[in-house]
């Protein structure tokens, strides 16, 4: 039978791997790695600080510490020199310069206890927790902390990737939103796995209605368009490779409306290993380039009339 203490120590470890596995909003992780961490060491407050990409700490989360000392240590942090080795020179660093500001600011009543967060060979942050008793841990509890803080790393490094996920579904949905031309993301068995609202009005249907429809039922020429259709370049073995595009022209037929000229450029997505992922459509109205080529015919036609 484990000790209570021992007891609780493993059920942390266990919260934070489920915490790794089910919490990917970064904000509510930090939270809950700060507030697991305070707990685990018996401390009275904390902050957690993450390393930027780009170089420089910035405080991502506190408990108990007034917001103009954790501005403070904002700018501190902010100075620290990037180094290629982190764990020996940045965390060291931050550790010395937490340390004196405790003891200073506190007049030697508190103490801090600096928990590195090491993932994958790369140092994610640290968590500082402030103690009003000495820094005394056995072996067992640093091994414990230690696990916990890298656990806590991983779980950060999720996280990260889905916000950044996250953050790039969010410009290419306001690309497509965006784009004056239609634009369709085409599965490989040909349905339409997403458009956007500029192709929707083309045809005059709410997008929904559009999606997850196969596409020759969608994109249905009046008469036999100029160029090669999607389903003959396949036949012909299209794509050969990453940058092959395909062009068609014609009139597009559309329910309850006129034909409309459209042009219809198609560009493959391929995944690592060259296989066809998707395809994207780009259709272009076409009307305007359509009459003004009329209107050359005519002119020149008149010319030649009159010449």
């Not at 600080?49 to 170089?55: F, T």
């Not at 940045?90 to 200073?104: D, S």
Request: aromatic content about 6%; some cysteine; charged content about 20%.
């Amino acid at each position: 039978m484990l000790p209570d203490f021992r007891v609780r120590q493993r059920d942390y470890l266990l919260e934070i791997t489920l915490a790794l596995t089910q919490e990917l909003d970064l904000g509510k992780l930090l939270g809950r790695i700060l507030d697991v961490s305070i707990e685990m060491t018996a401390g009275q407050a904390g902050l957690l600080a993450l390393r930027e990409e780009k170089g420089g700490w910035r405080v991502n989360a506190s408990r108990g510490i007034p917001p103009a000392f954790v501005r403070y240590l904002e700018t501190v942090l902010a100075n620290i020199q990037k180094n290629e080795d982190p764990a020996s020179v940045e965390i060291p660093e931050i550790n010395r310069i937490l340390k004196e500001l405790t003891h200073h600011s506190s007049l030697g009543l508190f103490n801090s206890v600096g928990l590195p967060m090491v993932a994958r060979q790369q140092v994610v942050g640290v968590i500082f927790i402030f103690r009003s008793f000495p820094d005394v841990f056995s072996a067992n509890d640093r091994m414990v902390l230690n696990s916990f803080a890298n656990q806590a790393a991983i779980a950060v490094q999720n996280a990260r990737l889905y916000s950044q996920i996250s953050a790039e579904k969010q410009r290419l949905d306001a690309l497509l939103d965006s784009a004056a031309d239609g634009i369709l993301i085409i599965t490989t068995d040909h349905r339409i796995e997403r458009c956007n609202p500029a192709f929707a009005r083309i045809l005059s249907r709410p997008v929904e209605e559009l999606q997850n429809q196969p596409l020759d039922t969608i994109i249905r020429w009046a008469s036999p368009p100029q160029g090669m259709t999607l389903d003959e370049a396949e036949a012909g073995g299209w794509p050969l490779s990453p940058n092959a595009t395909l062009y068609v022209e014609g009139d597009l037929e559309r329910p309850s409306l006129p034909n409309l000229p459209i042009g219809v450029t198609y560009a493959p997505l391929l995944s690592p290993d060259g296989s066809l992922r998707n395809v994207i459509a780009t259709v272009r109205d076409i009307t305007r380039f359509r009459q003004a080529d009329e209107l050359k015919s005519t002119f020149i036609s008149i010319i030649s009339h009159e010449l």
